[in-house]
C-alpha cells in the first residue's frame, strides 16, 4: 500500500519539507482525497501550521516519532486513507528511515544551492545504501528543486548539475513565493487561501505529478 505514502526527508533544515507536507496534503485534502499529514519532527512545524488556522482543522493529522510511526500509517491505511504525507526532522534519525520504508515515493526538497544539493545527495547515496544491502526502500526518490527564484538561471543550472550526477528530480518545481510564509501564517494552504495563485498552481501540478509517480509504484 506504499503507493499511497509520500515522505518529505532530507536531512538539511529549511529546505521546505514542512511547507511542501502541509501543502501536498492540504491539495489533495481540498481535493476530496482522504488525506493524512503525519508530523514526524518532534519541531512539530506541520502540526502547529494546522493548529494556527481553521482553513485545514478537517485535515486528519498525527504527530509521530519512531516507536509510534509504524502502527500510524498502518491503522491510517487499515482506515482507508488514500494519501498519508510524513514531514520529518532536518536531521539524521530512525523515524526517517522508518518513514522511507512506508513510503511510496520520497521527495527530498533541495534548494538551489550547492550545499544543499550535497546533502540531498547524502541522503540519496544512504537510500540507495540501504537498498543494496536488502532493507526495503521507498520505491521512487525525486529530488525536489524549492525556493527557486523565478527567472534566475541557479535553479536550471542545479537542475543540469542533479540530472547529470544522476539523480531524478521532479519536474515541478517550487518557486520562492511569499504565498507560502501567508499561508503558514494562516494555518492555511495557498490550495485554499489564493486558489488561483502562482503557489496554488505549482502545488498541483507537484501532486498531480506524484500522483502519476505513485500510481506505478
Ligand atoms: N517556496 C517557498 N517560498 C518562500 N518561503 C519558503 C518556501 N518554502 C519554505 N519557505 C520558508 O522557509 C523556511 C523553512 O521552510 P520549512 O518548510 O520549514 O523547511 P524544513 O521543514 O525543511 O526545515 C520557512 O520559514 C518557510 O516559510
Ligand atoms: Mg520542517
Known amino acids: 500500500m506504499r503507493e499511497r505514502v509520500v515522505a518529505l526527508a532530507t536531512m538539511k533544515g529549511g529546505s521546505g519539507k514542512s511547507t511542501v507536507a502541509t501543502c501536498i496534503a492540504g491539495y489533495w485534502w481540498a481535493k476530496k482525497r482522504k488525506t493524512a ?3 514526524a519532527d518532534p519541531q512539530k512545524s506541520a502540526a ?7 482553513a485545514l482543522s478537517g485535515l486528519r493529522c498525527e504527530v509521530a516519532n519512531e516507536k509510534s510511526i509504524s502502527s500510524k500509517i498502518e491503522a491510517l491505511l487499515e482506515e482507508g486513507y488514500e494519501r498519508i504525507v510524513i514531514d520529518t526532522p532536518g536531521f539524521r534519525a530512525s523515524v526517517t528511515d522508518i518513514a522511507l520504508e512506508h513510503a511510496g515515493l520520497c521527495l527530498i526538497p ?3 544551492s550547492p550545499v544543499d544539493f550535497e546533502v540531498a545527495a547524502d541522503k540519496v547515496d544512504l537510500i ?9 526502500g521507498p520505491v521512487a526518490l525525486r529530488l525536489l528543486l524549492t525556493q527557486v527564484v523565478r527567472n534566475s538561471v541557479v535553479g536550471r543550472h542545479m537542475r543540469n548539475e542533479m540530472s547529470h550526477a544522476g539523480y531524478k528530480l521532479m519536474k515541478s518545481e517550487i518557486c520562492h ?13 495557498p490550495t485554499l487561501s489564493q486558489p488561483r495563485g502562482a503557489a496554488a498552481l505549482e502545488i498541483a501540478a507537484l501532486a498531480q505529478e506524484a500522483d502519476k509517480i505513485l500510481a506505478r509504484s
Request: glycine share 12%; net charge neutral; no cysteine.
Open 48 to 54: 502547529r501550521w494546522l493548529e494556527t488556522g481553521e
Open 110 to 112: 533541495v534548494r538551489p
Open 128 to 136: 540507495d545504501k540501504l537498498r543494496k544491502a536488502g532493507a526495503e
Open 177 to 189: 513565493r511569499v504565498g507560502y510564509t501567508e499561508a503558514a501564517l494562516m494555518g492555511s494552504v
Open 37 to 39: 499529514l503525519i508530523d
